[in-house]
């Protein structure tokens, strides 16, 4: 009788460990995450976001068609389930006039990698308390954003 009392006790162990341990990681977890929510990016230039893209490396001239073509291959497939070409939002703000609203550079950064944006941007964060959903990460290559914002501007009537 006692031996299997120690048995059942030694089965039990594991399971009050482990228990335990999943509590601490998730404490853990849950602390990191607030510091990134008010991590303060130095110097954060909101004509610019974050990342690859700046002035010297985004060329524009007129409209190159075969890449918008390409940019509504993949904003069809990835983007328009959550935003539409006019004006009026979906699940996102509508795309109309974006490319007057925000430059180049910030529009290709944060579509890229929107995560690190979105923790300090103003004006992301305003979209953020409207939307109320954190746009996902869509896995754009650099060529696919410049696509896509070729696209964009096609949409705002650039030729
Ligand atoms: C699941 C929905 C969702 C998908 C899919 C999505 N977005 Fe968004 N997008 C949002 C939301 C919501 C916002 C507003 C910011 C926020 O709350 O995250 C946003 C904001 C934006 C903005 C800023 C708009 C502005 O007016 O400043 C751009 C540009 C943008 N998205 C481009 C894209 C592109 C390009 C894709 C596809 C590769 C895409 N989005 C896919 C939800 C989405």
Known sequence: MKRIRVIALLMVIPFVYFACNGNAEKEHKIVDHDESQVKEVENYDPERGLGEFDESNVKLGPLDVAMAEKGERIAQTKCMSCHKLS?????GPGWKGVTERQT????MNFITNPDPMLDVDPELQAQL???LVRMPNQN???EDAREVY???RKNDGVK
């Open 129 to 131: 308390e409207m939307c």
């Open 87 to 91: 004006d009026e939002r979906l699940v």
């Open 140 to 142: 754009l290559t650099s």
């Open 104 to 107: 180049p550079h910030w529009i």
């Open 150 to 152: 070729e696209f964009m």
